[in-house]
């Protein structure tokens, strides 16, 4: 009896061995995998077909996969799979806590957002209104929120120049320069990936050279970048372009120009000349490069049609000086040069910020000033004066050819220059730029494919591992096992924009897997829901805070 029971305890003990055995070879070898791809792994180099295999929010392996196992796959059906697309100037900061999910980004193939044109969401001045008085708030409220894309955020010159001197035209004291200097060494060491500017808009408009090489100085101390909005894009770009090349060279600090352009019809044609300039002086040893949106039209601020003195104070100053009649006569004056300028394309005036004057949005001033009864300036100075906040506006201030031109450049990588619309502004049809839904898919589509201007491995390679490079974002942009899993399946033969001026809140077409950090947030078109965006920070962080 006893051996009966001695040899059954010993079959039950083998049986749970087996059991055990065969739960561990059950157990799948990737958490994703996506098979059946044509690799565009983001460095340039010709596509390959193969797999990719997932573990946690890593790459883990690439090659034939046919024999492991996951939990989940994709089959790309012979369609491209590259790295997300990282949009250098997204503009989402805000309308993330409105809408987590950012449709419009994620139907382009947008896994990361930088962003943080001049000014970011923290710090902030002290006051009634301010939410981060640090950015290490902004980037705790940020995480709290969730997010299905990455952000990655400059701290802006704007922000200490706004806290310690406001918005007036002076440079800083030795003493407000020092102010100045620790918070962005505070910014820098709570993750933000470098210092900004936007030269064209308050505060940052009086902001002297020396002021912002003394804060790059800072940020370079800390293996950050310096981005800019320069301080003109149009009669004075050779001007502006010498200020950024200074930046660089004497900061000791990576150089990029957002949105590439040469505004003004006077100007077209000049493109050429702008980057001949930029490749000298990167063949001088200065880290410069920039990026661009595929578009002829930008969108911006209708108060940068005033001259910088009336803006001086902010928005509510501006107006006073509109009710003063010798004051308004100058601002009259110059905008009525503006107008001129711009009399061949328009001036398309967009969002306005009072109900009342609702029926003006989404014309041409020259509409608007006919329906006023009165001359273009005189309208533009209505909706100043009827408006809490500088009415929206798209400038048609670019030529195709330059666009083209500043397409070809292989250190040209891509930014939207917009926020993700979150669903209430699509309802609604709000005034937007079509390129808030159509950048990186136009790229591919219109201009890769169609015109050829690019190849689709160089296309991926510039919204890639070029614009990873370009943000000190090290584990980003390249498919290669050890990276990050930003991963996306697109057709390269339907990926298109679809959005247009007219009807901006259209989604891209083509894609149809997004993956972020190992999860799909995107999958077969449609929507997961899932918020596995992360903070990237920049080097600085110290990872204490």
């Not at 001007?239 to 600090?253: P, S, T, V, W």
């Not at 450049?409 to 891509?414: D, I, L, M, R, Y």
């Not at 930014?415 to 990186?440: E, I, L, M, V, W």
Request: charged share 25%.
């Amino acid at each position: 009896m006893r051996r009966l029971v001695a040899g059954g305890l010993r079959c039950a003990v083998i049986a749970a061995l087996c059991a055990s055995c065969a739960t561990t070879v059950r157990k799948p070898t990737f958490d994703l995998k996506i098979i059946n791809g044509r690799i565009v792994d983001g460095t340039g180099a010709p596509w390959y077909r193969g797999d990719i295999g997932v573990r946690g929010d890593t790459i883990a392996a690439i090659g034939d996969l046919s024999n492991d196992t996951a939990a989940t796959t994709i089959d790309a059906h012979d369609r491209a799979v590259s790295p997300g697309f990282i949009d250098l100037l997204g503009q989402s900061q805000r309308s993330v806590f409105l809408d987590p999910h950012l449709e419009a980004k994620l139907r382009q193939g947008v896994t990361t957002e930088v962003t943080g044109e001049g000014f970011s969401p923290g710090p902030e001045k002290a006051g009634p209104n301010a939410h981060y008085p640090r950015l290490l708030d902004y980037f705790r409220a940020l995480e709290r929120n969730g997010s299905a894309i990455n952000f990655a955020l400059f701290v802006g010159a704007s922000n200490p120049r706004e806290i310690v001197i406001g918005n007036v035209d002076r440079a800083p004291t030795v003493e407000e320069m020092r102010a100045m200097e620790a918070i962005v060494d505070q910014a820098m060491r709570e993750g933000a990936i470098g210092l900004s500017t936007s030269l064209i808009y308050l505060p940052a408009m009086y902001s002297t050279t020396d002021e912002i090489i003394d804060l790059a100085k800072v940020a370079a101390k800390y293996g950050g970048v310096y981005f800019s909005h320069i301080r003109d894009e149009g009669d004075k770009i050779d001007d502006a372009l010498d200020e950024a090349f200074r930046i660089g060279r004497e900061a000791h600090i990576p150089v990029n120009i957002w949105h590439l352009k040469v505004s003004g019809p006077e100007n077209w044609g000049r493109m050429p000349h702008v980057l001949e300039r930029i490749e000298q002086a990167r063949a001088e040893g200065i880290d410069v490069a920039a990026n661009m949106y595929p578009y002829v039209a930008s969108s911006t601020s209708l108060s940068t049609l005033a001259p910088d003195w009336a803006l001086e104070g902010g928005y509510t100053e501006f107006q006073k000086r509109l009710q003063d009649p010798a004051q308004r006569a100058r601002i009259v004056e110059a905008l009525h040069d503006q107008v001129v300028r711009r009399r061949d394309r328009g001036i398309w005036v967009g969002h306005i910020a009072n109900p009342a004057l609702a029926q003006y949005e989404k014309q041409f001033i020259e509409q608007i000033a006919s329906q006023m009864g009165t001359t273009p300036e005189e309208a533009l100075v209505r909706l100043f004066l009827e408006t809490p906040s500088s009415p929206s506006v798209i400038f048609f201030s670019m030529s195709e050819p330059d666009v083209e031109a500043a397409m070809k450049e292989p250190w040209v990588s891509f930014g939207s220059d917009s926020g993700a619309q979150p669903p209430a502004a699509r309802a609604a049809n709000a005034p937007a730029h079509p390129r808030g839904y159509g950048t990186f898919p136009r790229v591919l589509g219109h201009y890769a494919r169609d015109l050829k201007l690019v190849s689709l491995e160089e296309g991926v390679r510039r919204m890639t591992s070029q614009a990873a490079d370009r943000a000190h974002l090290a584990d980003r942009g390249i498919l290669r096992p050890g990276m990050k899993a930003d991963v996306v399946v697109f057709d390269p033969e339907r990926i298109r924009d679809v959005a247009t001026y007219e009807n901006p809140h259209q989604f891209s077409e083509g894609v149809d897997d997004v993956i972020v950090n190992g999860v799909a947030v995107l999958r077969d078109g449609t929507m997961t829901n899932a918020l596995p965006g992360r903070v990237l920070r920049g080097e600085g962080w110290d990872g204490r805070r």
